[in-house]
């Protein structure tokens, strides 16, 4: 996170308890460097750090809702954040292929699991090397199934 956030962050969150406060700092600057790292790598510096700022602001906004307006489902995030394995548990399914060698491509995805509703993928989706060694895509560049 930025050492001065910009006015409007400060304001949003100065409405809530200091826990809360300290609750978004930290997750912000945990992913503050990935948060630069990408727009840095796409976007010129300029129009980067206004991105930042409004990215940072959106994420201020959407907390104080989360914590103020659904406190249970802010418990259950805070809850989950001290089971970083969950989705390694048995009670958790998921599903991961090569699109091109299990069914030949999206459609051949789509017509071999008949129960999703729709097929998503982002475009230039590519595998980087993790901190265990793994080579593997990000969540947030995977082949999503919808279920219905």
Not at 32 to 46: F, K, S
Not at 60 to 83: G, I, S
């Amino acid at each position: 996170m930025p050492a001065a956030p910009p006015p409007s962050v400060t304001e949003l969150l100065a409405a809530l308890p200091a826990h809360q406060r300290e609750l978004f700092e930290l997750r912000a600057a945990r992913w503050w460097p990935d948060l630069r790292a990408g727009l840095g790598a796409v976007y010129a510096p300029e129009v980067a750090a206004r991105l930042e700022g409004s990215l940072l602001h959106l994420a201020a906004a959407a907390h104080v809702e989360r914590v103020t307006a659904t406190p249970d489902l802010a418990r259950l995030n805070l809850v989950r954040t001290l089971q970083p394995d969950r989705f390694q548990a048995p009670r958790m399914l998921g599903y991961a292929a090569c699109a091109d060698r299990s069914a030949g491509d999206l459609a051949g995805v789509a017509r071999r699991i008949p129960y999703q509703t729709a097929v998503a993928a982002l475009a230039g989706a590519a595998p980087r090397r993790w901190d265990d060694g793994a080579l593997r895509l990000d969540p947030h560049q995977a082949l999503w199934l919808v279920r219905p």
